[in-house]
């Protein structure tokens, strides 16, 4: 397989009993590349996360990451590869702190008396600070609740903290939904950033409008199906918009019913 690609899925296929979730599904993710998966609720895109991710296995078709197959047990796996899956509810406490919540469950750690270690919170902070400020957020205090951030705000707090653990692949399941314009704008300006960083992204979404501007390929979903891969070069924005509304299908049923009586 080509190298160049750092992730593949190969004519995937996923049954849940007689349920196909996913039906020959090929994606191929570049090095440094923002892939589009797009598609309407139900298109499949759920069910590709979580097989990408390692939740799934695929009962048809080859996973490859840098063009080696694997078969990831859990999302421990595909994580120690570098891959990243960011969901919609973030996986943050918002009780908790910034910098706790940059560092759970690995949390940077000093010596007390000679021998008891406990969370260094100095470092802890300061670190946090620091890489969200190069991903283009400012936290003046670490010690800031999350639940007082926006919702943009945490999401990029999120994405920062996979960055940080050593995302080469950064799966974003519908970063922009329930946000705002401002706050959905921030979100594609740091997935520019994690791409400048030489970071893959899988951007899914179901907004065309904003998967176009930052996007360098679009896979579209369909009942489970691909539709088929564009590169940006290759598809203008509203011919993306026309195939996710099934434009040419409505069009030619239009012109069907044209003149008929209801």
Known sequence: MDIDYILQLEDISKYFGSVIA????TLRL??????CLLGDN??????????LAGVHLPDKGEYLVDGRPVR???????LDLGIATVYQDLALV???????????????????LGSFHVMDHELAAGTAIEKLAEMGIKVRDASQVVGTMSGGE??????????HFGARVLILDEPTAALGVKQSVNVLKLINR??????????????????YPVGDTFT??????????FAKSAVAKDEVLDMMAGGAEMKELMADLEGVSI
Request: glycine share 10%; hydrophobic share 40%.
């Open 30 to 35: 570049k090095r440094g590349e923002v892939h």
């Open 94 to 112: 918002p009780l908790m702190s910034v910098a706790r919540n940059f560092f759970m469950g690995r949390e940077p750690r000093r010596k007390l």
């Open 154 to 163: 945490r999401q990029c707090l999120a994405i920062a903290r996979a960055i």
């Open 72 to 78: 990831f047990q859990s999302p421990r796996e595909a």
């Open 22 to 25: 996913l039906n020959g599904v």
């Open 194 to 211: 994690a791409r400048a960083k030489g970071i893959s992204v899988i951007f899914i979404t179901h907004n065309v409008n904003y998967a």
């Open 42 to 51: 139900g298109a499949g895109k759920s069910t590709l996360i979580k097989t």
């Open 220 to 229: 579209l979903l369909n009942r489970g199906k691909s539709l088929g891969t």
